[in-house]
């Protein structure tokens, strides 16, 4: 995905009035994504996103411990300037499920392996939905 596609995505999900918004937020959001996942599957990620946001994911920050999805909302909250945490929440899942998209569905569930419970949400993939299903299928 081009770099102006991928922005451009981001700022109709994340509804930002300008390009530079679209840019802050996905600069953020992809840092600290970056410093949950380890190995091979940030490296396929990055694969899958324009350069300038695939070097940002890999720089190389780690996190001491991963962050529950609610931490994580707060900590992007704490670096996109003017964010609250519910402006927060809007920006994570704006810039998440755009990421997702461009990294398609098998992958996008191994990053969602690597992270605690509820980034799934996050990342516009609810798997309640798909439990709720596949529980009644089996019954």
């Given at each position: 995905?081009?770099?102006?596609?991928?922005?451009?995505?981001?700022?109709?999900?994340?509804?930002?009035?300008?390009?530079?918004?679209?840019?802050?937020?996905?600069?953020?959001?992809?840092?600290?994504?970056?410093?949950?996942?380890?190995?091979?599957?940030?490296?396929?990620?990055?694969?899958?996103?324009?350069?300038?946001?695939?070097?940002?994911?890999?720089?190389?920050?780690?996190?001491?411990?991963?962050?529950?999805?609610?931490?994580?909302?707060?900590?992007?909250?704490?670096?996109?300037?003017?964010?609250?945490?519910?402006?927060?929440?809007?920006?994570?899942?704006?810039?998440?499920?755009?990421?997702?998209?461009?990294?398609?569905?098998?992958?996008?569930?191994?990053?969602?392996?690597?992270?605690?419970?509820?980034?799934?949400?996050?990342?516009?993939?609810?798997r309640a939905a798909r439990g709720a299903g596949e529980e009644q299928r089996a019954a």
């Open positions: 995905m081009r770099e102006e596609a991928f922005l451009e995505q981001v700022r109709d999900r994340g509804e930002y009035a300008s390009r530079s918004e679209a840019e802050q937020a996905a600069r953020t959001v992809l840092a600290l994504l970056g410093a949950h996942l380890a190995g091979g599957i940030r490296a396929e990620l990055a694969a899958r996103l324009p350069e300038t946001f695939a070097l940002v994911l890999l720089d190389p920050l780690r996190a001491a411990e991963p962050l529950s999805a609610e931490r994580f909302v707060r900590a992007a909250a704490a670096w996109i300037e003017g964010a609250t945490e519910a402006t927060a929440t809007w920006d994570v899942s704006a810039v998440l499920s755009v990421a997702a998209d461009a990294a398609g569905e098998e992958l996008t569930e191994r990053v969602l392996l690597q992270l605690p419970p509820g980034y799934d949400l996050l990342f516009g993939r609810p």
